[in-house]
């Protein structure tokens, strides 16, 4: 299978698998960002995909990201619709509770987890501030083959078992 990507801004870090054997490939930031706790932030790639006919590509949090910060994926999973051709953004949300008190420290955390301790360079910040700097891995990303369905509108559906059984109802009782 192909996936064709092309640049929007120049010197950039190409998506790739990190091993031989990983089920998606790394996606970097083209721009860095401050991500306040609390907030949302877009971050663009600087890629535009043309996934073959017939594909879709999946966006992902890293692990790895999510094991060490409070970043996380606003919206959980991206799409990227086969006939998309803008620039892929990330949307990141620090999941980090707003300080009750606004304690500035020149500090901030990195992707990887890092408190970086008096960096002056982006000022005083909010505790738990996190820096996204263009070139870090913020994404993984996947294809999938796209089936379409046959939506059929009915005035009935069958019984089951399970019924109207929402949020936990599968659970061992």
């Given at each position: 299978?192909?996936?064709?990507?092309?640049?929007?801004k120049?010197?950039?870090?190409?998506?790739r698998?990190a091993?031989?054997?990983?089920?998606?490939?790394d996606?970097y930031?083209?721009e860095?960002?401050?991500?306040?706790p609390s907030?949302?932030?877009?971050?663009?790639t600087?890629l535009i995909?043309e996934?073959e006919?017939?594909y879709?590509?999946m966006l992902?949090?890293?692990?790895?990201?999510?094991?060490k910060?409070m970043?996380?994926?606003?919206?959980?999973?991206?799409?990227i619709d086969?006939?998309?051709r803008?620039?892929?953004?990330?949307?990141?949300?620090?999941a980090?509770?707003?300080?009750?008190?606004?304690?500035l420290?020149p500090?901030?955390?990195t992707?990887?987890?890092?408190?970086?301790?008096?960096?002056?360079n982006y000022g005083y910040l909010?505790e738990?501030?996190?820096?996204v700097?263009?070139?870090?891995?913020i994404?993984?990303?996947?294809?999938?083959?796209?089936?379409?369905?046959e939506?059929?509108?009915?005035?009935?559906?069958?019984?089951?078992?399970r019924?109207?059984?929402?949020?936990?109802?599968?659970?061992?009782?």
């Amino acid at each position: 299978m192909e996936i064709k990507f092309k640049y929007t801004k120049g010197g950039l870090k190409a998506p790739r698998y990190a091993t031989e054997d990983s089920s998606c490939f790394d996606i970097y930031a083209a721009e860095s960002a401050v991500i306040r706790p609390s907030e949302s932030v877009s971050i663009g790639t600087g890629l535009i995909f043309e996934p073959e006919k017939g594909y879709g590509i999946m966006l992902y949090p890293r692990s790895g990201i999510s094991s060490k910060t409070m970043l996380r994926f606003a919206n959980s999973v991206g799409v990227i619709d086969n006939d998309y051709r803008g620039e892929v953004r990330i949307l990141l949300e620090n999941a980090m509770p707003k300080p009750m008190m606004n304690n500035l420290v020149p500090a901030y955390i990195t992707v990887d987890g890092k408190v970086i301790d008096n960096d002056f360079n982006y000022g005083y910040l909010p505790e738990g501030t996190i820096v996204v700097k263009r070139g870090d891995r913020i994404a993984q990303a996947m294809p999938i083959k796209i089936e379409k369905a046959e939506l059929v509108q009915t005035k009935t559906v069958s019984e089951t078992k399970r019924g109207k059984g929402g949020f936990g109802s599968t659970g061992v009782k």
